[in-house]
């Protein structure tokens, strides 16, 4: 069977996504720090984290929304302080424009420029990362996130959100991503084929079962494998 489509998995399969969070994190201490002292005295970034899980924990029908959860969050921290009305777009912009100040790994743009030229591309991803903003719009087709679709991965109805995307059958689209569980178990579950980008030299999880048929250092070799394998 050809590989008709592509989907993509962003954080951690094009540029690493802590350093993002982390500066994301800072950006919105620092605004608090200058505009809200008494906000940042009361929450500062580890106490910030921390509220962030509780709310997490507490609302499970917002594990697909991490937006909601974070509005939700500085809510309550400005609440905490006696403020009822928190600068909660303010606030977003700072940490969304943060957030996707990324820096890919040096073989992404590259390999997503000779994907882009052979086969339709989506993006598809349960976080905030926006495509636009990361400069890599130009290369997708379409853009699947859990917020828009009400699941997250690895649940299959986000796989086939994006299958659907293109209008083929989901054995026709190959997933590309990091993550063992989310990516390869849940692109398997919903019917696509699937292809472990692997930069750390991990070793298979045992307790997921059989390892992936296709695994790759990064997506130079993912583009490679393809160009000499799949029929577009």
């Not at 921290?77 to 912009?93: K, Q, R, Y």
Request: glycine share 4%; aromatic share 8%; charged share 25%.
């Amino acid at each position: 069977m050809p590989i008709r489509a592509i989907t993509l998995d962003l954080d951690d399969t094009l540029w690493p996504v802590l350093p993002a969070l982390e500066q994301a994190d800072r950006a919105v201490d620092d605004y608090l720090r200058a505009h809200w002292p008494e906000v940042a005295r009361a929450w500062p970034i580890p106490a910030m984290r921390e509220l962030r899980a509780q709310v997490a924990a507490e609302r499970p029908d917002l594990a697909h929304d991490f937006t909601t959860q974070r509005r939700l969050t500085q809510q309550q921290a400005f609440a905490a302080c006696g403020i009822a009305d928190a600068p909660l777009d303010t606030l977003w912009e700072i940490y969304f424009a943060a957030r996707n100040t990324v820096e890919p790994w040096p073989d992404s743009l590259p390999a997503l420029e000779r994907l882009a030229a052979r086969w339709p591309l989506a993006s598809l991803t349960n976080g905030n990362a926006d495509l636009a903003r990361t400069g890599v719009q130009a290369h997708f087709a379409h853009h699947v996130a859990s917020r828009d679709v009400g699941a997250a991965k690895p649940d299959p109805r986000i796989f086939l959100a994006a299958v659907a995307q293109f209008g083929v059958a989901p054995d026709e689209v190959l997933h590309a991503g990091d993550d063992p569980e989310l990516d390869v178990i849940g692109a398997r579950r919903a019917g696509l084929r699937v292809a472990w980008i692997n930069r750390q030299g991990e070793v298979w999880p045992a307790t997921l079962g059989e390892a992936p048929e296709l695994s790759f250092n990064d997506l130079a070799e993912l583009a490679d494998w393809l160009e000499l394998h799949a029929m577009a």
